[in-house]
């Protein structure tokens, strides 16, 4: 019914729709003079055709969103004389009943869906410490004996939503360490030579040693130049001694 529902509105906005852009491309390509809007009857044309889109699409997008295949019954048997229903509030109850037996385990919400397969029960449940498969594997199985017991019924599905849940389970942090070490041995094993720690670690060393021995030379040459410097000023001054003597022998003179 949802989906027929659906499938009139949106046919019905899209027609609505095409009309509109009709009437503006005529408009625009010169077929209706645009005086001729100044009319109150096209006037209350265009803007009816505006609500009647609006009105139209808005119930498609409202049919689209809400879940409509939630069920308040469920037929249990049909014959020709009448038929047999069971309340979602009944079956609300033995969920509830059925979670209650089950140690670490809360039921939340029941529902129930029509589909074009059958009756699905979804159950939103809270687990605390207790394993996951184990309880849902547990619940699913007493839900389908109780349900058929009682009323020889069989759901399509059943789905069990884990809304809370206590975890368990603890890590063993040495066989993670473990696992990860050989992942990352087998990582760097699949590495170029060049690109691997020992041959970045042995490269450092050959480029310091190869920088001290092109510094070598510039050292040589800086102490060369503070020898010459230093000598410079003993030259300098036996220079001078010597033109002072040669001036007093020609004042003798």
């Known amino acids: 019914m949802k989906k027929n529902l659906e499938k009139i509105f949106a046919s019905a906005s899209i027609i609505v729709a095409v009309i509109m852009i009709m009437i ?3 408009t625009a390509f010169g077929g209706i003079n645009v005086k001729e809007f100044e009319s109150e009857l096209v006037r209350g044309l265009l803007i009816t055709l505006a609500i009647l ?7 498609a997008l409202v049919l689209m969103f809400v879940n409509s295949d939630v069920i308040k019954d469920v037929v249990i048997r049909t014959e020709t004389g009448g038929s047999v229903r069971v309340s979602s509030k009944v079956i609300n109850k033995f969920v509830k009943k059925a979670c209650a037996e089950i140690e670490g385990l809360k039921c939340k919400k029941v529902v129930l869906v029509q589909d ?4 699905r029960l979804k159950v939103n449940v809270k687990i605390v410490d207790k394993d996951v498969v184990e309880v849902e594997t547990y619940l699913r199985t007493l839900l389908e004996d109780m349900f058929f ?33 050989e992942k990352v041995a087998e990582i760097r094993a699949e590495q170029p030579e060049e690109l691997k720690p020992e041959a970045v670690a042995a490269e450092k060393p050959a480029e310091n040693t190869a920088v001290a021995e092109a510094a070598e030379p510039q050292a040589v040459a800086a102490e060369s130049v503070a020898e010459q410097s230093a000598v410079a000023p003993e030259n300098n001054d036996a220079s001078e001694e010597i033109v002072a003597d040669a001036a007093a022998q020609d004042i003798t003179e």
Do not use: H
């Open 24 to 26: 503006l491309i005529v």
């Open 116 to 119: 074009d397969y059958g009756v």
């Open 149 to 181: 017991g009682e009323f020889g019924f069989k759901f399509e599905s059943i789905e069990i939503k884990v809304m809370v849940l206590t975890p368990t389970y603890k890590s063993d942090k040495a066989a993670i360490e473990a696992i990860v070490a």
């Open 53 to 59: 889109y609006f009105v139209l699409a808005s119930v």
